[in-house]
């Protein structure tokens, strides 16, 4: 397909982006490199291979391409929600594998802000909020995080966080349906 359509960024993404998901990254950044170079502005592909980066523990790198994205994106925002809202998602991650607590914060925030329903972002928002020693905004955000997908991880962070906020009696109900 790639080479009867010769230069196509649009294919090259594509097929980036199917290896990574058949957890063939290594044979994927070609292709996504190969994307960028033909249209460096293309967000989607600075995105794979900041995750390409992210997973690979290159998170210098991973910061440098979600921080594009953010850019190639803020003018259309509203077309590019999702990619937008994922490079803030990864971004929080990467804060946080770095321990810069603040920045994480940030990120999630800005991912729940653009996406309400991002459970992942609300699930980071709370560990955030938990080691910032904001317990009750914690148990907000992971409450917010069940509401959109109820998972056994998210009752167990939900069970630790309102003891240290004083809502102790909330606690055994969340580990309950952790369980």
Known sequence: MLEVTGKNWVAQNNLGHALQNQDREDEALPHLQEAVAINPSDADS?????AYDQQ????SAALEQYEKVVSLTQNNARLTLPIRDQAFRN?????????????????????????????????GLGVMEQGLGES???????????????????????SRAPQQAGRVEEAPIAMKKAQ
């Open 136 to 158: 009750n905004r914690a148990v907000d955000a992971y409450n917010h995080a069940l509401r959109i997908q109820p998972f056994d991880l998210g009752y167990l962070l939900l």
């Open 46 to 50: 600075n995105l794979n291979i900041g």
């Open 91 to 123: 971004m929080g991650y990467v804060y946080l594998s770095q321990g810069d607590h603040v920045r994480a914060r940030e990120s999630f925030q800005q991912a729940v802000n653009l996406n309400p329903q991002d459970g992942e972002a609300w699930i």
């Open 56 to 59: 690979h523990k290159n998170m």
